[in-house]
């Protein structure tokens, strides 16, 4: 079992910038994809960028250009810069874990709430 927790959620303006941090506690945290999601009140959880263990990236339309997702295995950790924040990217962030082990996202985090005020 693998156990995620997140960090840096909070309240920020329109425009300002935000660093959330999820960190594993998996004894080797390379083989592990790692995917940021969030979730809107009555929504379910959309996936908002993902990096895999080769560091490959990918992300939503609606962050592209303003999100940076990248990872650190020294530290088991992965990261997700958000710049240019819009009041409608307010909702609860997750990250979650995955491999060729377990096939879907296996491992979640508890969720940071974020929330962009205009």
């Known amino acids: 079992q693998v156990q995620m927790v997140e960090s840096g959620g909070g309240l920020v303006q329109s425009g300002g910038s935000l660093t959330l941090s999820c960190t594993a506690s998996?004894?080797?945290?390379?083989?592990?994809?790692v995917g940021w999601f969030r979730q809107f009140p009555g929504k379910e959880r959309e996936l908002v960028a993902h990096?895999?263990?080769?560091?490959?990236?990918n992300y939503a339309d609606s962050v592209r250009d303003r999100f940076a997702i990248s990872r650190d295995n020294y530290k088991k950790t992965v990261y997700l810069k958000m710049n240019s924040l819009k009041p409608e990217d307010t909702a609860v962030y997750y990250c979650?874990?995955?491999?060729?082990?377990?096939?879907?996202?296996?491992?979640w985090g508890q969720g940071t709430q974020v929330t962009v005020s205009s």
């Open positions: 998996a004894s080797t945290f390379g083989p592990y994809a």
């Open positions: 990096i895999n263990r080769a560091r490959y990236t």
């Open positions: 979650a874990a995955r491999s060729i082990a377990t096939g879907p996202w296996a491992y």
